[in-house]
Structure formats: C-alpha cells, structure tokens
C-alpha cells in the first residue's frame, strides 16, 4: 500500500520553533511528527511513502538518511515552490502507482486504524474518502445524508459552499487524513498551486466524494504551541 505526507508547509503557527526547524522535525515526547507518522503508516502496512518537503528541506532529507525505516521512502522536492495540499499532491503524481494513496498531514497525531480505513475505501468503490468526525471546528466539511460530499462551511467568516443543493446538511470536520485514486488527479486545476479540499470540492459537483466517520477517533493538530504538550499526552495514550 503506497502512501503520502504532506509536510512540506511552513509551521508559521509554531513560531518560533519553526525559525530553524522545519515543522515535521517538531519533536512530541522525543519523536519527531514525521517519525510518528512513517512509522503510523509502517504498522498499518504502508511500504511506500512519499514526502513533500520545502521548508528546511535538507533537514528533513538528513533526518531520512540517518535513520532507517522498513519502507521505500521518497522525496517530492518543493523547495522551488510551496505548492499547498492540492498542488502537492498533483506534482507527487510521477511517483504514485495505480493503486490508492492514503494522504495524511504531518502535523496529525490520532488513533485512527489507517489499514481499515483503506479497506473501507476500498469496498466503497469511491474515487475519495474523507476521515472526518463530529467534534467542534471553525470550518466544516458537509455532507448529505448518504454521506456524500455536499459543500463547505466557516462558521467563523459566515462563508459557505454548496456544490449540491440539499436538505439537512451534516456539519463533520476533517481530521486530515484521506484516501484518493491517483485518478483523479487528472481532474484537479490546471494551476500549480491550490487546496485539495477545493479541488475536492469542484470534483465532487461530477462525482461522489464519501465520508468516512471516526466519531470516536483520540486525533489533535499539532498546529499552535498550545497544542504541544497535549499532543504529548496523546501519545502516551494511544
């Protein structure tokens, strides 16, 4: 099974530990978010990952070399150009065989059984799945009942986007972690850099973009320096 991390971005909200230090190398509990999350994937069976880096990319490229994990591991090099989620996974596409890619934050720390989310990708026979749970956020995914992708919300900014007009929409927030069928990256913009939730968003007024709930997920953003340390108590729990 072939996966990808996104941890190419720049960490601003980790200011000032990512003055010199790229955010995948922030250490949680004396292990660092990429460690955590490539040996995530190694236990749920995952042998071939790829990496986007940009910011302090030879750092994250050292710490690969000396270290030595039970997976094929290669680097999509963005140091040129920060490319978003979107753009990154598009650009990573050469790397990809034709079988599902499960992306997955570097910054996410969870509980979440990645092999029988990929299983259940599978048997739904859908082009994208979305891991998402219903827990408070400022910005929420929206489905309908079928949970099929119907639109987006910011609760915050008062901003919607409904792709499917439908009754009784489903607030669930995304816990950053999905699967895709290298596919339909042929179907994402022509720009170079962008969101994949937005691409998602446009694919999903032609196709059925599926949910998959996790209400009971034990999952935390390591994005803000109060997270930290109960990012450090997750771990030791999970």
Not at 3 to 30: C, E, F, S, Y
């Amino acid at each position: 099974m072939q996966a990808m991390i996104l941890a190419a971005g720049l960490g601003t909200r980790l200011k000032p530990i990512t003055d010199d230090t790229p955010k995948a190398l922030v250490k949680i509990n004396d292990r660092t978010l990429l460690e955590i999350t490539i040996r995530k994937l190694i236990e749920n069976d995952f042998r071939k990952i790829i990496i986007n880096v940009h910011h302090f990319a030879d750092k994250i490229r050292d710490f690969l070399d000396s270290n030595t994990f039970a997976a094929d591991i290669i680097i999509s090099d963005e140091t040129d150009l920060l490319l978003d989620t979107g753009g990154g996974i598009k650009y990573a596409q050469r790397f990809f065989d034709d079988s599902p890619v499960l992306v997955h934050n570097v910054d996410i720390i969870s509980n979440l059984n990645l092999k029988e989310f990929y299983q259940y990708h599978i048997s739904d026979d859908s082009i994208v799945s979305l891991c998402v749970s219903k827990r408070i956020s400022s910005r929420y995914l929206l489905f309908n009942s079928n949970n099929i992708l119907c639109g987006w919300q910011d609760v915050k900014k008062n901003e919607k986007i409904i792709i499917r007009e439908e009754k009784n929409l489903n607030q669930l927030a995304f816990n950053g972690i999905h699967i895709l069928n290298p596919q339909i990256i042929d179907l994402f913009p022509k720009e170079k850099v962008f969101s994949v939730i937005n691409a998602y968003l446009k694919i999903a007024e032609i196709e059925d973009i599926h949910a998959f709930i996790s209400n009971e997920i034990k999952w935390i953003d390591v994005g803000k320096i109060d997270s930290l340390e109960k990012a450090e108590l997750l771990t030791k729990n999970i």
